[in-house]
């Protein structure tokens, strides 16, 4: 096996905080094993271009609190490609790169499987993301911060929702999972969660207006995930102006909002114990695992199981904001 000494480590798809807290946690506890550090910018992009920085302590310092990603990230078609891939793996034997660390979401983890498997070289991947929707771990970095983004934008709005006869459809990311949308609805006090999990199941939409969900209310608060599925908070706007004309609808798209911000302290702690982990993995002679946590221990999950669709949301939560709405 080849003995590590350089390990590359890049930034890949959507931004998430707390991904600078790990980019500090694994270029120092490289160094501190004796690695030396090459950072890589704009994710894969920078693989095949050949941006590539080398880095010591003193690149990471600071960097802690800071959202985004000081690598920089970008999508790269080339790398999609069998070509691209083929020139990014000359870039990183050029680089003396002998082992890459991965900190993205599912599209970043899947293209490192299909590099790894392509070139045999050793892949850590961390979950930075902040839909929460890869398997094997509890949480993701960035997830914390997004909700609490989430919480504060909503708690603004129930101010000025209450001063009015409304129905406010608030939409948040998290593309086809709905653990945002879900867990932002119990922390704001909303009054539904429609998730794209049960969209096929039930009209979720009339399911809510049918129960007669605002007895007692004068304005109600519902999250919505963004997502083809559920047709996203303009969608369900359109179809209560034309069934349920009764309503004075308003809906607010929180957006790329969510991405950014200084991470919360979870964010912080989960991505620094990450990061580490990514260089003790890469120590034990672990190669396309993502590094997990479940029930606050830290697992390496394979890039396979990481990354298969559909991570089951806890279904017994949707009950909790219908009886806690009431």
């Known amino acids: 096996m080849l003995e590590i000494k350089c390990i590359g480590i890049l930034t890949s798809g959507g ?38 920085v080398p880095y010591v302590t003193q690149n990471v310092s600071n960097i802690i609190q800071q959202g985004g990603t000081i690598l920089k990230t970008a999508r790269s078609k080339e790398f999609t490609t069998a070509e691209g891939r083929q020139v990014a793996y000359e870039t990183m034997q050029r ?3 002998d082992a890459l660390v991965v900190i993205g979401g599912d599209g970043s983890l899947t293209g490192a499987k299909i590099f790894a498997s ?16 890869l398997n094997g771990t509890d949480t993701t970095i960035g997830y914390d911060t997004a909700l609490n983004t989430i ?10 929702a209450s001063s009015h006869d409304r129905l406010f459809f608030i939409e948040v990311m998290g593309r086809n999972a709905g653990f945002l949308a879900i867990n932002g609805a119990i922390a704001t006090g909303a009054e539904a969660a429609i998730i794209p999990e049960i969209a096929t199941e039930v009209d979720q939409l009339s399911e809510l207006i049918e129960s007669g969900f605002r007895k007692s209310k004068n304005s109600s608060i519902v999250l919505v995930a963004e997502s083809e599925i559920t047709g996203g908070a303009m969608g369900l706007a359109e179809r209560v102006k ?10 607010t798209i ?20 990450m990061g580490e982990a990514a ?29 298969k669709k559909g991570k089951p949301i806890n279904r017994d939560l949707l009950n909790t904001v219908k009886i806690l709405s009431t």
């Not at 929180?254 to 989960?270: N, V």
Request: no cysteine; proline share 5%.
């Open 254 to 273: 929180l957006g790329h909002i969510q991405r950014g911000g200084s991470p919360t302290a979870s964010d912080r702690i989960l991505a620094s114990r």
């Open 151 to 160: 919480m504060d934008a909503v708690d603004k709005i129930k101010d000025t």
């Open 242 to 251: 034309k069934e349920y004309p009764q309503y004075d609808v308003r809906v």
């Open 95 to 97: 680089e003396g790169i």
């Open 118 to 133: 392509e070139f045999n070289i050793p892949i850590v991947g961390l979950p930075g993301t902040i839909d929460n929707d």
């Open 15 to 52: 931004d998430a905080p707390g991904m600078n807290a790990a980019i500090r946690a694994v270029t120092r506890t490289a160094i501190y094993n004796g690695f030396t550090v090459k950072a890589i910018m704009r994710g894969y992009k920078g693989l095949i271009t050949g941006e590539i």
């Open 279 to 307: 260089i003790d993995a890469l120590l034990d002679g672990q190669r396309n695992v993502m590094i997990g946590v479940q029930n606050d221990e830290l697992v390496y999950i394979p890039f396979n199981k990481a990354i």
